[in-house]
């Protein structure tokens, strides 16, 4: 798993060059941004080892399996009850085994795609909307699943955006990914809100963006801006 400096604040773990985790450092070490595919809790452990901190806190964008992946198997060595694991009440019936993919109210009527392993924990916190969780803003940004969330670094405008953008070659919105790295477009739920998510985050004082899939992108809102602007050519 390589580990790559993106901020004073947070690294970027990356496992076959393409899943992304991130560590995140606060007061009391680390928050540890979704967890990647299974059998990665050892290289995720010894990466926060090298960097000087233990993980404090598991906190998930959405429920697919290359985000939840290690999440037992980090709980287990770490110790359930000494990690605070964060997700959103939204994301729970997704979190099941097997998982409810009933829509809720309000939601459209689409199937809701990826793979959704479930896991065995539950969380010991759900945020909600506008919540500041250590040094991170919790965004609701449903489209790719629903309840997913992203989380915005109050302190350097990090948008740790799972999978609501995608940066693989250039950021796009997911469902709109370039033809080489299709696979976030098949496990998409809804477009449109996927497309109205992305245009939400405009509002935020964004300086670079941190996706589940690719290198960390710089622009800020401009490039944010043309990633929404190249899904009406798609």
């Given at each position: 798993m390589k580990t790559t400096p993106i901020t004073a604040n947070a690294h970027q773990l990356t496992r076959f060059g393409l899943i992304n985790c991130y560590l995140v450092r606060e007061t009391d070490g680390f928050t540890l941004i979704d967890a990647n595919l299974a059998n990665s809790a050892d290289d995720i452990l010894a990466a926060a080892k090298a960097l000087g901190a233990p993980i404090r806190r598991i906190l998930i964008t959405h429920a697919h399996v290359d985000h939840v992946g290690s999440v037992d198997a980090l709980l287990a060595k770490l110790g359930a009850t000494q990690i605070e694991f964060t997700s959103n009440a939204r994301s729970l019936?997704?979190?099941?085994?097997?998982?409810?993919?009933?829509?809720q109210p309000g939601e459209p009527n689409e199937e809701i795609r990826g793979g959704l392993p479930g896991i065995d924990a539950r969380p010991t916190r759900l945020v909600t909307e506008g919540e500041l969780y250590g040094s991170l803003l919790a965004?609701?940004?449903?489209g790719h699943i629903p309840g997913h969330l992203a989380f915005l670094d109050q302190r350097d405008g990090t948008l740790y955006a799972g999978d609501a953008l995608i940066a693989m070659g250039h950021l796009t919105v997911s469902g709109f990914a370039p033809w080489y790295f299709p696979l976030p477009n098949l496990a998409t739920w809804d477009k449109s809100i996927a497309l109205a998510s992305a245009n939400k985050l405009l509002t935020y004082?964004?300086?670079r963006f941190a996706c589940g899939h690719g290198s960390v992108r710089p622009g800020g809102i401009p490039t944010l801006r043309k990633a929404i602007a190249s899904t009406a050519k798609s």
């Open positions: 019936p997704l979190l099941q085994k097997p998982p409810n993919k009933s829509p965004i609701e940004t449903p004082p964004i300086e």
